[in-house]
């Protein structure tokens, strides 16, 4: 790899091409002179990359370059094929801010609220609420009372507030609560809920109601219902004369599962982790382990489709960098040097590498592990249609060697020169 690109990756770039993929070829060699660099960050929006090989696998006899006499009119500039040397790189982008619920989540899921007056003269009113709720949800589930538009959050019982939450039930598939109404405080109310008309006997009365799901600490999902209820006070009467809800849109459901998940990268031994690693020999392997993993183990949903490993060590003249695995067009490809095995039955791959003779001839001491995960959900088709970008790191020692060679003693000399 070419020092400008090794420079670019060290510094925040991942490179999406298919270190496989030829663009290029000349007097009979075929390669890749051209890379996709895109920012780690913005890595989650690549939803794909490819090699249109338009020219580089096309006769010259059609080239646009008209060296060695060829004639001009060989050369269509309407048709694709040598319009250059080198083959275009195609990138797939999605910068979709709202996306279909993910079918692993589906089971967190929060259905629209319906409700129902409850009482018969509705004097101190209230509203019977009941909304759907998924099978993956056991107990649960929270509500929350906010001002109307849920933008601030309202103590859910308040004796000064026009409305109160008053209580909750949950049985499976469903969550219910009850909205209570305070007539005497219609007047004082301190939530700022009430609007009254310029006759005071009439108004409405505006709140926010949130509804989540969570596995452990973690919110999965919520739904926001905005609520209008009409009142009439006239002839010494409180009637709650109509309600109108207003819900938000299900490509507006949060679900910050999908941020918890982080990338465990260790040392290892028949896919259990070393908690006490020894710094390795030139004659050994590093044996790491790659798992997804979850503060809510959640993990089983997920499994690593494809995923890039890079050694590297030192600076400037002393840099060494190795890559033993990178990303391939479906699945991870890897050296002839390197052995990955797995998954196991838990999820964890497992690989060997060796350490390259370079960074014990530049006398490193310690190696840096890094690279990236494609997570892809059990139910997603592919990479492209549901999937997260993970960064992993990893440091590990390795010994010096004592009894140096005449070869590495004269590479030594020689960079003592420089």
């Known amino acids: 790899m070419e020092p400008p690109i090794t420079y670019l990756i060290q510094n925040g770039f991942v490179s999406v091409s298919d270190p496989e993929e030829h663009s290029y070829l000349f007097d009979?060699?075929?390669?890749?002179?051209?890379?996709?660099?895109?920012?780690?960050?913005?890595?989650?929006?690549?939803?794909?990359?490819?090699?249109?090989?338009?020219?580089?696998?096309?006769?010259?006899?059609?080239?646009?370059?008209?060296?060695?006499?060829?004639?001009?009119?060989?050369?269509?500039?309407?048709?694709?094929?040598?319009f250059s040397d080198h083959d275009s790189k195609l990138l797939s982008l999605n910068f979709t801010l709202t996306t279909p619920i993910k079918g692993h989540l589906s089971g967190w899921l929060i259905g629209p609220a319906e409700f129902t007056l409850i009482g018969n003269n509705y004097l101190d009113g209230s509203l019977g609420v009941s909304n759907e709720i998924g099978d993956k949800v056991t107990q649960n589930v929270s509500i929350s009372l906010y001002d109307y538009g849920c933008e601030n959050?309202?103590?859910?019982?308040?004796?000064?507030?026009?409305?109160?939450?008053?209580?909750?039930?949950?049985?499976?598939?469903?969550?219910?609560?009850?909205?209570?109404?305070?007539?005497?405080?219609?007047?004082?109310?301190?939530?700022?809920?009430?609007?009254?008309?310029?006759?005071?006997?009439?108004?409405?009365?505006?709140?926010?109601?949130?509804?989540?799901?969570?596995?452990?600490?973690?919110?999965?999902?919520?739904?926001?219902?905005?609520?209008?209820?009409?009142?009439?006070?006239?002839?010494?009467?409180?009637?709650?004369?109509?309600?109108?809800?207003?819900?938000?849109?299900?490509?507006?459901?949060?679900?910050?599962?999908?941020?918890?998940f982080f990338i465990k990268a260790c040392q290892c031994s028949e896919y259990a982790c070393i908690s006490t690693p020894h710094n390795l020999k030139q004659d050994e392997n590093l044996?790491?382990?790659?798992?997804?993993?979850?503060?809510?183990?959640?993990?089983?949903?997920?499994?690593?489709?494809?995923?890039?490993?890079k050694l590297s060590a030192g600076v400037g003249q002393s840099y060494v960098e190795y890559n033993p695995v990178q990303f391939g067009t479906g699945s991870w490809v890897h050296d002839s040097l390197t052995l990955v095995q797995g998954p196991n039955a838990d999820g964890v791959i497992m690989i060997s590498t060796p350490i390259i003779a370079k960074f014990f001839i530049q006398t490193h001491k310690s190696i840096n592990v890094t690279g990236n995960c494609f997570l892809e959900f059990d139910t997603a088709k592919s990479v492209t249609n549901d999937?997260?970008?993970?960064?992993?790191?990893?440091?590990?020692?390795?010994?010096?060697?004592?009894?140096?060679?005449?070869?590495?003693?004269?590479?030594?000399?020689?960079?003592?020169?420089?």
């Not at 090699?51 to 006499?69: K, M, Q, R, S, T």
């Not at 993993?293 to 995923?307: A, G, L």
């Open 287 to 309: 044996v790491m382990c790659l798992e997804a993993q979850h503060p809510d183990e959640m993990e089983d949903t997920v499994n690593i489709s494809n995923f890039n490993i």
């Open 28 to 82: 009979g060699q075929f390669g890749s002179l051209d890379y996709i660099l895109v920012k780690s960050e913005a890595s989650k929006y690549v939803t794909g990359s490819a090699v249109w090989n338009c020219n580089a696998d096309e006769p010259d006899l059609i080239d646009y370059n008209l060296d060695f006499g060829r004639s001009s009119s060989l050369f269509d500039g309407f048709i694709p094929e040598r």
């Open 387 to 418: 999937s997260l970008f993970m960064e992993f790191n990893l440091k590990f020692g390795i010994e010096e060697i004592l009894n140096e060679g005449c070869l590495i003693k004269l590479i030594r000399k020689f960079r003592e020169l420089f």
């Open 153 to 260: 959050k309202k103590d859910t019982i308040n004796n000064t507030n026009a409305v109160i939450i008053e209580s909750t039930n949950f049985s499976p598939s469903s969550f219910g609560y009850v909205i209570s109404i305070s007539h005497p405080n219609l007047g004082t109310d301190t939530g700022g809920f009430v609007f009254m008309n310029a006759n005071p006997s009439l108004g409405k009365i505006k709140f926010c109601t949130r509804v989540s799901t969570w596995e452990g600490s973690t919110q999965v999902f919520f739904r926001e219902t905005n609520f209008v209820l009409s009142y009439d006070l006239t002839e010494n009467n409180f009637n709650l004369t109509s309600v109108e809800i207003d819900e938000n849109d299900p490509g507006s459901f949060i679900a910050d599962v999908d941020t918890e």
